[in-house]
């Protein structure tokens, strides 16, 4: 399946195509990618239908489960066997190539880390509001993911499993009510300091829109010059 779908795009597309462009703008834009996703989740915390101590409870629910997919995702990639991206593979035959020094070439592609996040955050959304839900879980496969599937960053399979991991993380977080206390801590926070609450929200939600990619790059960091 993988083969197949990857087989039809490139057939179907070529690297100087205006479509090609777009979507090499749309995976280097982060603003385009989870500012929108984010930008629908501060809309239900302030929204009157869904400002609520229970929408609310969702909303810290859903931003703490991101917390959870980042470390899931990362962890699988490294843990799970490696396997090269599609782009890598001469096979393939795609017309564009990335940089002998990107990331792309030492990141295993299984699972994806941007459908993990995404789906997970969308997840949330959904069971807040069925409509901006819908929305979201649209946005994230055509907006998110599709694009990193054109252009060979991901096989399908790698954002299926992803989204498979998010929705269930967050499914899982809100059935079974693992942050129920420190959900309700937070939701005090918010009424008694809401400059520090906010804040806080404000970081989060930046940190989510770039993927926690400054988060990782400082704790790296602060890695190798402490133990190594």
Same mark, same amino acid.
């Given at each position: 399946m993988d083969d197949f779908i990857i087989n039809i795009l490139n057939n179907l597309d070529h690297s100087e195509s205006l479509f090609t462009k777009i979507m090499f703008l749309i995976v280097d834009n982060s603003l385009?990618?989870?500012?929108?996703? %984010?930008?629908? @989740? *501060?809309? %239900? *915390? !302030?929204?009157?239908?869904?400002?609520? &101590?229970?929408?609310?409870?969702?909303?810290?629910?859903?931003?703490?489960? /991101? @917390?959870i997919a980042v470390i899931v995702g990362r962890s699988?990639?490294?843990?799970? $066997?490696?396997?090269?991206?599609?782009i890598l593979n001469p096979e393939f035959n795609f017309t564009h190539q990335i940089d002998e020094f990107s990331w792309l070439n030492v990141l295993s &592609?299984? $699972?994806?880390?941007?459908?993990? %996040? !995404?789906f997970s955050i969308a997840t949330g959304i959904f069971l807040i509001s069925k409509k *901006?839900?819908? !929305?979201?879980?649209?946005?994230? @496969?055509? #907006? #998110? +993911?599709?694009p990193r599937i054109h252009l060979g960053f991901h096989y399908p399979t790698d954002i299926l499993a992803g989204a498979g991991i998010g929705i269930f993380i967050i499914w899982a977080i809100s059935v079974l009510k693992i942050f129920r206390r420190l959900t309700k801590n937070t939701i005090t926070l918010s009424i008694k300091? $809401?400059?520090?609450?906010?804040? +806080?929200?404000?970081?989060? &939600?930046?940190?989510?829109?770039? @993927? !926690?990619?400054? /988060?990782?790059a400082l704790v790296s960091a602060m890695f190798h010059f402490f133990f190594l």
């Amino acid at each position: 399946m993988d083969d197949f779908i990857i087989n039809i795009l490139n057939n179907l597309d070529h690297s100087e195509s205006l479509f090609t462009k777009i979507m090499f703008l749309i995976v280097d834009n982060s603003l385009v990618k989870g500012g929108v996703i %984010l930008a629908v @989740l *501060w809309y %239900l *915390w !302030f929204n009157e239908k869904s400002k609520n &101590s229970h929408s609310h409870e969702k909303i810290i629910i859903t931003l703490y489960g /991101s @917390l959870i997919a980042v470390i899931v995702g990362r962890s699988l990639a490294n843990l799970l $066997p490696y396997r090269a991206r599609p782009i890598l593979n001469p096979e393939f035959n795609f017309t564009h190539q990335i940089d002998e020094f990107s990331w792309l070439n030492v990141l295993s &592609s299984f $699972p994806s880390d941007h459908a993990i %996040l !995404f789906f997970s955050i969308a997840t949330g959304i959904f069971l807040i509001s069925k409509k *901006w839900g819908v !929305f979201s879980y649209v946005y994230v @496969l055509l #907006i #998110i +993911c599709f694009p990193r599937i054109h252009l060979g960053f991901h096989y399908p399979t790698d954002i299926l499993a992803g989204a498979g991991i998010g929705i269930f993380i967050i499914w899982a977080i809100s059935v079974l009510k693992i942050f129920r206390r420190l959900t309700k801590n937070t939701i005090t926070l918010s009424i008694k300091y $809401p400059g520090i609450f906010y804040t +806080c929200f404000f970081l989060l &939600s930046y940190q989510i829109t770039t @993927l !926690f990619n400054e /988060s990782r790059a400082l704790v790296s960091a602060m890695f190798h010059f402490f133990f190594l």
